[in-house]
């Protein structure tokens, strides 16, 4: 069955480094998304993606954030200067919401350490 | 600001036994779904619920979406252990005020713990 897929697993990253987060999105799929879960609390909404732009984004997707779709395949999410509170794990989706039962399939997620 | 509320937050069950986990939320939406999430894993689909009275099964598992109360249900039937583990609702408020499909606004997440 296809998957999204996720890349790295787990992320270090010091504080005020830029990090970018791989994903690749299940081939057919027309619409990206990007969410995060801080531990042990739920899981939120960031930002959506279809034709090449933004469709809608959260309070949390502030410039630091950014979105690109660099080629084909590969949805990747930046963060420009990373703060402690950016510790996350973040999960990328994927879905064809041209069919109305299809639910957003989720990546296995990026674990987000900042120190 | 849509909300979705579950609860209880924290269940704990001996195998066996049946009961439900309550989703409510707070705007019209006419698109619900469950999600399963183990410890350090990511969300696995249950069910997807697109209208008023809509009710789903898969196994032990059982939805349903009650779009006038704004409420969905998750029941658990003669629970096993493999099905401890984190459930969380979402809605997309898909419709309302001309908001586009795929934002979902996720529950807090019930976790559930099946007992021998």
């Known amino acids: 069955e296809p998957e999204v897929t996720q890349t790295p697993s787990h992320q270090v990253t010091q504080m005020g480094q830029e990090v970018i987060l791989r994903c690749v999105p299940i081939?057919?799929?027309?619409?990206f998304y990007w969410y995060r879960q801080i531990l042990g609390q739920k899981v939120e909404f960031l930002v959506s993606?279809?034709?090449?732009?933004?469709?809608?984004k959260s309070e949390i997707f502030d410039d630091q954030f950014s979105v690109e779709r660099p080629d084909g395949s590969n949805f990747t999410l930046k963060i420009r200067s990373t703060k402690l509170e950016d510790s996350a794990m973040y999960f990328c989706?994927?879905?064809?919401?041209?069919?109305?039962?299809?639910?957003?399939?989720f990546g296995d997620g990026t674990r987000l350490s900042i120190l | 600001e849509l909300k979705v509320e579950q609860n209880p937050l924290f269940l704990s069950m001996q195998e066996g036994k049946n009961y439900t986990i309550y989703c409510n939320y707070s705007?019209?939406?006419?698109?619900l779904y469950w999600y399963r999430q183990d410890p350090g894993k990511s969300l696995e689909s249950l069910f997807v619920?697109?209208?008023?009275?809509a009710v789903k099964q898969e196994g032990r598992l059982m939805a349903s979406l009650d779009t006038k109360a704004r409420l969905s249900t998750l029941h658990i039937t003669a629970a096993v252990h493999d099905l401890s583990a984190t459930y969380f609702c979402?809605?997309?408020?898909?419709?309302?005020?001309?908001?586009?499909?795929?934002?979902?606004?996720f529950g807090q997440g019930t976790i559930l713990t099946v007992h021998p």
């Open positions: 989706a994927s879905s064809n919401q041209w069919v109305d039962s299809e639910p957003q399939h």
């Open positions: 081939s057919n799929h027309l619409y």
């Open positions: 993606f279809y034709n090449n732009e933004i469709s809608e």
């Open positions: 705007t019209t939406s006419d698109r």
């Open positions: 619920l697109l209208s008023n009275g």
């Open positions: 979402a809605v997309d408020p898909a419709g309302a005020g001309g908001t586009s499909y795929g934002k979902l606004t």
